[in-house]
């Protein structure tokens, strides 16, 4: 998967379920999209928080080289976050070590360093302990379906566990993962209700929504 912009839960689901979670960093980044944004539960619904990155005359730029506009955004994505989940029972608990965690990451500039590290520290958090592997570590080759199976053969991999939202070109794709004798299994997950500072309840926040909450 793509690193993003601290996902939902569903995708540290995807990666408590695998034995190695590779984090794709070698693929085009796409702008206004999860590899820069997320969302936050707010009083009036789901509020938008986007990193500020730089793009102009860079298109076609993979993600690992994105680089971040400023640090401007810290301190007001931090301001954010508190003043939407501040009085979340869980708030308080873990509020400063993120903020320390984020503003560290932040500080080397990078968006796929800022997003990779608080990965790192969700799954901590979740005591998820399955390996992350960085795919421009792994000098495979290809696009799309082709680098996943050289990716996967790299790994000495035989079973590709994929989200159901990848399933179109995955079955297109199909026989290029059969040739290279790997095995798809489709990642299915139903997201949980637990209380949230407002009502009603709605899914599908950044995961700091659960860990502040729950």
Not at 65 to 86: G, R, T
Not at 179 to 186: A, K, L, V
Not at 195 to 213: G, H, M, T
Request: aromatic share 14%; charged share 20%.
């Amino acid at each position: 998967m793509q690193p993003t912009y601290l996902p939902w839960l569903g995708y540290f689901d995807l990666i408590d379920a695998v034995d190695v979670f590779v984090l794709l960093d070698n693929v085009q980044f796409e702008k206004t999209t999860w590899h820069q944004r997320n969302q936050l539960r707010a009083h009036k619904g789901l509020e938008w928080i986007t990193v500020p990155v730089l793009t102009s005359g860079r298109f076609g730029q993979w993600i690992k080289d994105v680089e971040l506009k400023d640090m401007i955004f810290v301190n007001k994505h931090l301001k954010q976050i508190a003043h939407n989940y501040q009085k979340s029972k869980e708030f308080d608990r873990y509020f400063g070590e993120f903020s320390t965690v984020f503003q560290q990451a932040a500080s080397k500039g990078s968006l796929c360093d800022l997003n990779v590290e608080l990965i790192k520290w969700l799954c901590s958090k979740f005591q998820i302990s399955t390996p992350l592997v960085m795919a421009s570590d792994l000098n495979a080759q290809g696009k799309r379906s082709e680098l996943i199976v050289s990716i996967m053969n790299v790994l000495d991999s035989v079973v590709y566990v994929s989200p159901r939202g990848s399933a179109d070109y995955i079955t297109h794709d199909y026989p290029i993962f059969e040739g290279n004798g790997i095995s798809i299994f489709y990642h299915c997950y139903s997201h949980p209700e637990y209380v949230q500072p407002y009502r009603p309840f709605i899914p599908y926040a950044c995961a700091l929504d659960v860990l502040f909450n729950d």
